[in-house]
């Protein structure tokens, strides 16, 4: 039986996530994980769900549906609820949290309140700099994400081509940075013990990173046999070339 009745990703933007959370989906005993409060607004976490409250409803009851929505969503039949969360999006989540919850006095007990028991993965990418790179280059070209064969599976803007831009890598730097510093203050803050994961073990051995995982969360380790990856890394030579252009140029590590 499994040890926890959901899991929370904790994670920033090109750390790996979308390959952990597709890896546990298909195992078929870990939910599907997802981002299912992205975006910082009520009326598009309705949209997720295609619901229409009742108009004299109060928020903690529209909350009740959504949040009701994306447990079934992202338990997927399993009985364990996988949740993507991303730290800029995190503080507009924990405030309807606290409304939907208001007679506890801590996230971590606002979470087992919403979620059931609760176990908590930090996934991070300990390399700054390519992870910069990898966000700068896909706000650029406008590709995200894509399968091993190359099929696009999340493309958020029309092909462009990419320019190496300096002050926007240090920027993304700094700002991924603190996204970290925030998830450990926060974990400190709160008395969690997160699973700590990082991308380059991820994807260097998928299989059994996930194999880790499913150990914390007391789910069949077997359920990783014959899972493959479905998202391809788009790092490429100019990616390796604008971090190698940008230690030399910042006399970064």
């Given amino acids: 039986m499994a040890k926890y009745t ?15 959370c597709q890896l546990l989906a298909a195992t078929g005993v870990a ?17 997720y769900y295609d619901l229409t409250p009742d108009e ?23 009985g364990v609820f996988g949740l993507r969360l991303q730290r800029h999006s995190f503080d507009f989540f924990s405030r ?48 995200w994400h894509a399968a091993p064969d190359g099929t696009e599976l999340e493309r958020l803007s029309t092909p462009q081509s990419p320019a190496y831009a300096p002050d926007k890598i240090a920027a993304n730097v700094e700002e991924m940075t603190a996204y970290d510093r925030q998830w450990e203050n926060w974990f400190k803050a709160e008395g969690l013990t997160p699973l700590l994961l990082t991308y380059a073990e991820l994807s260097a051995d998928p299989v059994n990173t996930l194999k880790r995982v499913l150990d914390h969360l007391g789910l069949d380790r077997d ?28 006399g970064a590590l």
Avoid: N
């Fill in 6 to 20: 959901s899991y929370v990703i904790c994670t920033s933007p090109r750390s790996g996530s979308t390959l952990l």
């Fill in 31 to 47: 939910g599907k994980p997802g981002s299912y409060f992205h975006d910082g607004s009520i009326s598009a976490w309705l949209g």
């Fill in 56 to 78: 004299a409803a109060s928020e903690r009851e529209v909350l009740a549906k959504i949040f009701a929505a994306a447990i079934a969503e992202g338990s997927a039949g399993t």
């Fill in 96 to 143: 309807k949290l606290e409304v939907l919850h208001p007679d506890h006095s801590s996230e971590r007990e606002r979470f087992q309140a919403a979620f059931g028991r609760t176990a908590f993965i930090h996934l991070t990418r300990t390399d700054k700099i390519e992870q910069a790179v990898s966000y700068v280059k896909a706000q650029q070209t406008g590709l």
């Fill in 223 to 250: 359920a990783a046999h014959g899972v493959e990856p479905g998202v391809a890394k788009l790092a490429d030579e100019m990616s390796k070339s604008w971090v190698a252009r940008f230690r030399s140029e910042r």
